[in-house]
């Protein structure tokens, strides 16, 4: 059994990341193991930026967007040198095991250092993309969509209002998840993905029909990995001759209290991640499988791409 470990959150930060560090946090406090907290993702471990936490540290805290360890990327990581520092400037601490939170990068680079240096790893995805193999589930990825929804309900006011075709932009480079979901729950006519061909000639086509018959406004969400929103929105305007306006959402996406549903999920990851790591487990990363709890082997989470669930891409035609 491992007796001190650290926490730490690294990459693009998502709400409910502090739910999932207070949960490791007390979880291993519970248990007599010593924790310490890595301010600034892989950063905090290179430039010896870490403290021992009490229990005190992560009150306050489950309510918040954001990350108070902070997060970054960290250039210097990537190299072997910039691990082998870290490497030891934990030892240094006496520090036993690591559990990161983080998306896609912080877990490959997760999974890289300990593939080097042997430390034990425990990976929890952190992330409102929803992009980790083996999971249905990301810390985050809850919030994001309910804060896209929330801009899709004011932007149905008035669009409506004006007779006008809505393209709004939402996160998600390689993943078109929170697009698909916030278009589903938000009825949305059009929902483009980067996993997913289309063809904007015969999507206009089909909208200048839909006005035709009467349709009082159009909402299309575009994942930013499909396509630019203000790109998209300008070729609409000119094939279809309707009133068409731009809205890209950006980082508010990335903000807000957390929901329910991601503090309590980040808090039974959290929990999990605290026993495994304290029991010398190592390599794995905790998810959700049908509303389980699950492990899965940190190097095949980052090695195999998550694919969106062909449901909802085909939900989202029948229903639009
Ligand atoms: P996210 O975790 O949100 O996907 P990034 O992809 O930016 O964010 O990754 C966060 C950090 O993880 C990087 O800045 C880097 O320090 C580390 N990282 C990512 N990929 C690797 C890699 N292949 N090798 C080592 N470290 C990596």
């Known amino acids: ?47 010896e930026d870490m403290f021992e936490m009490t229990s005190k540290d992560v009150s306050d805290i489950i309510q918040r967007g954001g990350t108070f360890l902070g997060t970054a990327r960290c250039k210097r990581f990537a190299t072997p040198e910039g691990r082998m520092l870290g490497y030891k400037n934990l030892n240094d601490r006496g520090i036993q095991g690591l559990v990161v939170v983080g998306g896609d990068g912080s877990l490959r680079g997760a999974s890289i250092f300990s593939k080097e240096t042997g430390i034990p790893i425990v990976g929890l995805p952190g992330t409102i993309d929803n992009d980790v193999w083996g999971s249905e589930y990301t810390i985050g990825s809850d919030t994001a969509a309910n804060t896209i929804i929330d801009a899709i309900n004011k932007l149905r006011d008035t669009a409506s209002a004006h007779r006008r075709i809505i393209v709004l932009e939402v996160m998600g480079r390689n993943s078109g998840y929170l697009a698909m979901v916030a278009g589903i729950s938000g ?134």
């Open 1 to 47: 059994m491992l007796n001190s470990i650290a926490v730490m959150t690294s990459g693009g930060d998502s709400p409910g990341m502090n739910a999932a560090v207070r949960a490791v946090t007390r979880t291993a406090l519970h248990a007599g193991v010593k924790v310490w907290g890595i301010r600034g993702g892989y950063h905090g471990m290179l430039d």
């Open 187 to 320: 009825g949305s006519e059009y929902i483009l993905v980067p996993e997913e061909e289309y063809d904007l000639d015969e999507i206009c086509e089909d909208m200048k029909e839909s006005y035709a018959k009467g349709k009082r406004y159009i909402l299309m969400v575009v994942a930013e990995g499909a396509g630019k929103g203000n790109e998209i929105g300008k070729i609409v305007a000119e094939k279809t001759g309707l009133d068409t306006r731009v809205s890209k959402l950006g980082h508010i996406q990335r903000g807000g209290s957390p929901t329910v549903i991601d503090r309590v999920n980040a808090s039974r990851l959290g929990e999990n991640a605290a026993l495994a790591i304290i029991s010398g487990l190592s390599d794995i990363v905790f998810g959700f499988d049908r509303g389980h709890v699950v492990s899965i082997n940190l190097h095949d989470a980052v090695n195999n791409k998550k694919k969106l669930n062909p449901e909802f891409m085909r939900l989202a035609k029948v229903l639009a």
